[in-house]
């Protein structure tokens, strides 16, 4: 792996232009023709296929020769079920708009037809990819190592023999057949259930349909029992040995249904899986009981409307008409699938304990700064950043349990988004109050798809003596703030830690975020008030330093970029440098198009949705667009300013999207101290701007390619730098 140099960045913080974007700018002219129309539809990128560009590159991943097996399969069950979400949520959303008598557009120009019938074209040949992927490359390979997801026919006489056993001990006893026809009607399909269409002939009525779901209660591969195993059950089990072989759970049961349908023929069976509108809005202004309120939303989410209905190849043209016409729902909707469907389950496969076919695993980093073992005198010496995976998630956890522990603490404040299933947190959270702290926690329960697991905790928290809060009506709670207040001596003093991530010790592993350790008093008093208006009431709240949405963040944001033009104007060395998950907003796109036309550079890396065309002649010569998508999930969000050597650089929970900046409270905090501004200015977001082997480039058509580097300049793959250089991003050397 080959690195950046010293060279690479100036002392501005710029990346130094290689000799192609060189000559570019002495191309470039500034632009001030003033008729440009900046809400010209051909300058947006549709946010729905924005988002599958960004999923081909998750597939991109699993195609990968280069990554090791378990992780490109890893990376093909992300893709399933990255998609599986896209089709809840987005897709759901336009099937709405279509009965709606509101026609929408989208700011590039599309209504909800259009951008289904694209969403689809786009679809159909990346699907296959993903099929094909696993039919003729991953499937085999992994026989190499050992591993492999076998096909029922290949199985010898005693290992079905095993199967059949289980299939009659375990499964059976939890499956119902339900029939179809003039004296049963059609079943409920519930969402993202494996299904089996069975077709069965009977002696009497000839040919009949039966569906038949699998319980989701079983792993999806089961273990192969092998040559050895003895006749007991048990043997397939995982307490003897690791498994190496597995079989397709739908398999055994197709396999074994004579033993359900004694005195019929089983003449063929076809999985299918049906995908449902997820996205259920709740009226919080009507609800008496929020808590409940979501609990009913969460068992509603199976009952949804049909979005998409996916069905096995072999399936014949007559049950998929029984399908669709019972489930009603249009051609279109229906996605034929040549390899087994519902593919996200593979991640069964990566949980297995095999490091020899994973990433090789590296030491996450204790920063140098909590030497000392007392985190509070730390952070009252300097403010510390971490850098997650890179830095270990353990401070995080140990500046909550010992603020539950330290007899000087008198509170702590929380927010919670996506929390872990045996959270260190939430254990040490309710320790503080049975240790007699006042604990106020923000549990945001419209957590897309984590809304039952946070309603479990919010109880759990609330049966301990916390003070538990579910937000503020019409918004989702994003930020990612703890607040400790202690007592030292005659003085109150308040510790914060503000992040990009969720405070979840599993996601810290395999995303990439940013959190910061401070006392700044200031900072201190905004971080309270805020809390204050979470869990109170609190109207046109004003800050001195964090900077909150939905009141701020957008304006904020427009305001650094227009002061840049300014700069650039008088000065000549406006620079700007974004790193996001999603740009999407479209008043924060056109002033950054402006700034492209006063002939600012800027560099953009959105890892996901990006709706700003850069390269347009005199509109976005300057800019310049790079998504990242790697071993771990670029979450960082990074916004960078120049400001003529003055630099700024805002941190925070808030991405460019108007969801985050109009309906959710989102902080972005300012990066005060300048040692640390230029270490994560140098250390990390120049590298990642320059990174040559993960990134790929957005060309002003919507489309990415590879970047092609210099021949005589050093390859970087930034992830990587990161790991072998942990902590150059760390100010304290003592």
Partial sequence: MSTSNSSDTSTTGKPTPNKNEAEADKKKEIVTDSAVDLDDPNLFINRELSWLKFNHHVLEEALDERRPILERVKFLAIFSNNLDEFFMVRVSGLKWQLSSPVIETTPDGMNARQQLAAIRRELL?????????????????????DLSIMSYESLKKKQRKLLRRYFKKEVLPTLTPLAFDPGHPFPHISNLSINLAVVIEDPEHGERFARLKVPGIFPRLIPIPGEESADDYESLGLARHMPTAFVWIEDVVSENLDIMFPGYKIRATYPFRVTRDADQEIEEDEAGDLLSAMEEVVGMRHFGSVIRLEVDAAMPERIREILTE?????????YTIDGPIGMSDLMELY???????????????????????????SIRKRDVLLYHPYDSFAPVMDFVRNAADDPDVLAIKQTLYRIGSNSPIIESLMRARENGKQVAVLV????????????????????????????????KTHAKICLVVRREGDDIRRYVHLATGNYNEITAQIYTDMGLFTCNPVLGEDVSNLFNALTGYARDQAYEKLIVSPQHCRTEIIQRIEREIEHHEKNGDGYIAFKMNSLVDKKIIKTLYKASRSGIRIDLQVRGICCLRPGIKGVSDSIRVTSLVGRFLEHVRMYYFHNHGDDEILIGSADLMPRNLDRRVETLFPIEDPDMRAAIRDSILMIHLRDSVQARVLKPDGTYTRFIADTNELSVDSQEFMIENRGMWHTDTA
Avoid at 125 to 145: G, M, S, Y
Avoid at 445 to 473: Q, T
């Fill in 351 to 377: 949980d297995l304990d095999r490091p020899d076919v994973k990433f090789t695993p590296f030491q996450p980093l204790i920063p140098p700064e909590f030497n000392s073992g007392d985190i509070f005198q």
């Fill in 125 to 145: 040949p990346e699907l296959e990819k993903h099929a094909q992927c696993w039919r003729d490359d991953i499937h085999p390979l992994l026989l190499e190592t």
């Fill in 444 to 475: 945001e329960l419209k957590a897309r798809f984590d809304e039952e697991r946070n309603i479990e905790w919010a109880k759990a928290l609330e049966r301990a003596g916390v003070h538990v809060v579910y937000g503020l009506v019409g918004l």
């Fill in 326 to 334: 019972n489930l009603q729902i249009a051609p279109y909707q229906v």
